[in-house]
């Protein structure tokens, strides 16, 4: 922390990424205390396209107060990628380069940002990059000295891993593992998928891989152990949420439709969109009544209604429509070379996955290196696609 301090004194710019719920907003709040009058916190989850004007002229009129009346000025902004993704994100970054940088005042102002790795960090297209500007920092480890008396360096790697701010919330409430556990547990999809790819498969097998950067390997901590997995993110059951959502796809009917139940997860209803969808009736329902067994959700399926060149068996396709929630339509001609990929679009999400081809999905074929990626958006709007298209 006082290493901190003193880059922020010192007028320097400073960039620290880590996953969600690693201890940004608790290292912000610890830096701002730190520093004293001279601190200009800011959160960037108060940006909000209404008011994201004001809260940058709110900003900037600090950092020039401050550093005016007390002859310096820290800027520490959490939650700077929130920020920098609403529409005057770029114009934002651009005044930050300004005052930061090229200002009359920038050698006695220090700023740290704070971001998730998924979150943007620079807008291009937009001049200086303030990134090019910063240095990296990375969150701080906890020492021996650290350690509260009577407890060992092992035993508090075995909870929490090694991060410096996750002792420090261990030590304010003895309840705070559970807390952190079901915390985790909440929130695991979102902290999986904000980690680097070779990072997440790491999770997912239980141990990381010593090849991997130091940025990945980062943003591990607190999940990862010398031994495996910390005591949080077992009872998260965190490494069986990364295999999921970064494994391949599942071989045999059940384990398939199970996998295929987890991605909708949360939502009411999806739009199964692949052209060859309809192609194999009998094993189709198959799968579907196996998925019903696992989820609620309503399925809208979008296909060519001659996948093989022919119109399709009528009673197949009865057997199909027979299967509770499920509706079809015909994916219209003009929509075939648009909708060229296999998508599970989520609507009250906007976004969804990419999933692989629907005989693999029926367990017709092995799924060899197929996988689900999600996607937060696919570039058409497939609820209009969908209410043009008409019903077999």
């Known amino acids: 922390m006082d290493e901190i301090a003193n880059r922020l004194l010192d007028g320097r710019r400073v960039m620290l990424r880590a996953r969600p719920g690693t201890g940004k907003t608790f290292l912000a709040a610890a830096l701002a205390e730190l520093l004293g009058d001279s601190?200009?916190?800011?959160?960037?989850?108060?940006?909000?396209?209404?008011?994201?004007?004001?809260?940058?002229?709110?900003?900037?009129d600090s950092l020039a107060g401050r550093a005016s009346s007390i002859g310096n000025a820290q800027l520490i902004f959490d939650n700077y990628?929130?920020?920098?993704?609403?529409?005057?994100?770029?114009?934002?970054?651009?005044?930050?380069?300004s005052m930061l940088?090229?200002?009359?005042?920038?050698?006695d102002l220090g700023a740290i940002f704070f971001s998730r790795y998924a979150g943007p960090i620079h807008i291009d297209g937009r001049g200086s990059p303030l990134i090019s500007r910063s240095e990296m920092a990375f969150l701080p480890r906890w020492s021996e000295t650290d350690v509260p008396a009577g407890t060992s360096s092992e035993e508090v790697a075995t909870l929490v891993g090694d991060l410096a701010c996750y002792l420090d919330q261990l030590l304010l409430s003895a309840e705070w593992v559970d807390l952190e556990a079901e915390r985790l547990r909440a929130n695991s999809r979102a902290i999986v998928d904000d980690l680097w790819p070779s990072a997440a498969k790491a999770l997912a097998t239980g141990a990381a891989d010593r090849s991997l950067g130091k940025i990945e390997?980062?943003?591990?901590?607190?999940?990862?152990?010398?031994?495996?997995?910390?005591?949080?993110?077992?009872?998260?059951?965190?490494?069986?949420?990364?295999?999921?959502?970064?494994?391949?796809?599942?071989?045999?009917?059940?384990a398939s439709a199970r996998h295929f139940a987890h991605l909708l997860e949360g939502h009411e209803s999806a739009t199964w969109i692949d052209r060859y969808l309809l192609k194999d009736l009998s094993s189709l329902v198959q799968f579907l009544v196996e998925l019903r067994s696992h989820?609620?959700?309503?399925?809208?399926?979008?296909?060519?209604?001659?996948?093989?060149?022919?119109?399709?068996?009528?009673?197949?396709?009865?057997?199909?429509?027979?299967?509770?929630?499920?509706?079809?339509?015909?994916?219209?001609?003009?929509?075939?070379?648009?909708?060229?990929d296999r998508h599970?679009?989520?609507?009250?999400?906007?976004?969804?996955?990419?999933?692989?081809?629907?005989?693999?999905?029926?367990?017709?074929?092995?799924?060899?290196?197929?996988?689900?990626?999600?996607?937060?958006?696919?570039?058409?709007?497939?609820?209009?696609?969908?209410?043009?298209?008409?019903?077999?």
């Open 39 to 60: 601190a200009v916190p800011v959160d960037g989850r108060a940006f909000v396209e209404a008011n994201q004007s004001q809260e940058a002229d709110r900003m900037f």
């Open 81 to 97: 990628d929130r920020a920098l993704k609403r529409s005057m994100g770029g114009r934002l970054q651009s005044r930050l380069v």
């Open 101 to 107: 940088i090229d200002g009359p005042q920038s050698t």
């Open 217 to 254: 390997m980062d943003s591990l901590r607190g999940l990862l152990t010398d031994q495996g997995l910390t005591q949080v993110a077992q009872m998260a059951e965190i490494e069986t949420i990364a295999g999921q959502l970064s494994g391949g796809w599942p071989a045999g009917r059940e």
């Open 295 to 340: 989820t609620p959700a309503k399925i809208r399926i979008l296909a060519s209604d001659r996948p093989n060149g022919f119109p399709l068996d009528k009673n197949a396709l009865a057997a199909v429509l027979a299967v509770p929630g499920i509706e079809i339509r015909r994916m219209n001609y003009f929509d075939m070379k648009a909708l060229h």
């Open 344 to 392: 599970l679009f989520l609507p009250d999400s906007g976004g969804g996955w990419v999933v692989p081809t629907a005989d693999v999905i029926s367990s017709v074929s092995a799924p060899g290196s197929a996988v689900s990626t999600s996607s937060a958006s696919f570039g058409v709007d497939y609820e209009a696609i969908w209410r043009a298209s008409s019903e077999l």
